[in-house]
């Protein structure tokens, strides 16, 4: 009888275990005890890890309740009703999200994540919202909180260099994700300390700061993209770290042979135009 109880108690952990890793679970990773959001640095598919540099920032956090409240109210929704809800519960978070983002970052740094054993992470897109001023998010027929951008993805599916929102347990020895948003780099966060200057800050201001955000995302994306489709270039080639600042587009990292290097340079400025990359790659093994 005590064999048959603890048989049909762990067939019932099994069931808890493998719904938690359903994109349809309104838990949304109940084990989640923390947020964080950054760039990725590294990615190992076939160890289920990656490490990602960034920070914990309350902004992340408010978002990602945010996102977990539209997971559950829209979980038996459909269509024009599901979009509709969805609408309303972003409205409703507008001022705690615009309270969040003047809030205080911590200090930047890398995280070093595992994904559980199946290595599979639940992704959820808001890259058509993420930083974004409230009034300014995409109206509900085109909001992409949907099932469709809900789904299971394996690291693969993740290049170097994508901005995210990380949800994990914090552990002492390894933290585990279990929830990925993909995301748009932070254009209007106040520094701390600043809160007056970035309050002269104009919504047309941010609504102008954040469509030049996307055309800088998207030349990064189109960058690792004609990187990443040369087979002849190493992994290191492929996995070279590009960021934008100051009106150019960086590339860091170490490749074997002053061949890749040029290489990668010249990719990076047949997408971004001359006199618009700066190289900082270093040859080397």
């Given at each position: ?101 003047t809030k205080e970052r911590s200090k930047d740094s890398d995280f070093n994540f595992y994904v559980p054993a199946d290595g599979m992470i639940q992704v959820h897109d808001e890259t058509a919202n993420y930083n974004r001023p409230s009034n300014t ?63 002269t800050k104009t919504t047309a201001d941010k609504v102008t700061d954040a469509t030049k955000l996307d055309a800088n995302t998207e030349q990064q994306r189109q960058i690792r993209k004609a990187i990443v489709e040369d087979k002849t270039l190493s ?51």
């Amino acid at each position: 009888m005590k064999t048959a109880r603890f048989v049909f108690a762990l067939i019932v952990c099994l069931a808890g275990i493998s719904s938690a890793r359903s994109a349809d679970d309104p838990a949304f990773g109940s084990k989640i005890d923390a947020w964080m959001e950054g760039s990725i640095m590294t990615l190992d598919a076939d160890s289920h890890k990656f490490t990602v540099r960034g920070a914990q920032r309350p902004y992340a956090t408010e978002y990602a309740k945010m996102v977990r409240d539209i997971n559950d109210k829209t979980a038996k929704l459909t269509g024009a009703d599901r979009d509709a809800k969805a609408a309303d519960v972003r409205k409703s978070y507008a001022d705690n999200l615009e309270k969040a983002r003047t809030k205080e970052r911590s200090k930047d740094s890398d995280f070093n994540f595992y994904v559980p054993a199946d290595g599979m992470i639940q992704v959820h897109d808001e890259t058509a919202n993420y930083n974004r001023p409230s009034n300014t998010v995409t109206q509900p027929d085109t909001i992409r909180s949907t099932k469709e951008a809900i789904a299971m993805h394996a690291l693969k599916d993740f290049h170097v260099g994508e901005y995210v929102v990380v949800g994990y347990e914090s552990g002492v020895v390894k933290n585990t994700a279990f929830v990925i948003i993909r995301a748009n780099k932070p254009v209007d966060m106040v520094p701390a300390g600043h809160k007056e200057a970035d309050s002269t800050k104009t919504t047309a201001d941010k609504v102008t700061d954040a469509t030049k955000l996307d055309a800088n995302t998207e030349q990064q994306r189109q960058i690792r993209k004609a990187i990443v489709e040369d087979k002849t270039l190493s992994t290191a080639a492929h996995n070279v770290t590009i960021d934008f600042h100051d009106g150019m587009f960086h590339l860091k990292g170490k490749v074997p042979t002053d061949a890749e290097k040029q290489a990668v340079e010249a990719k990076a400025t047949s997408v971004a135009g001359q006199g618009k990359v700066m190289s900082h790659l270093e040859v080397g093994k």
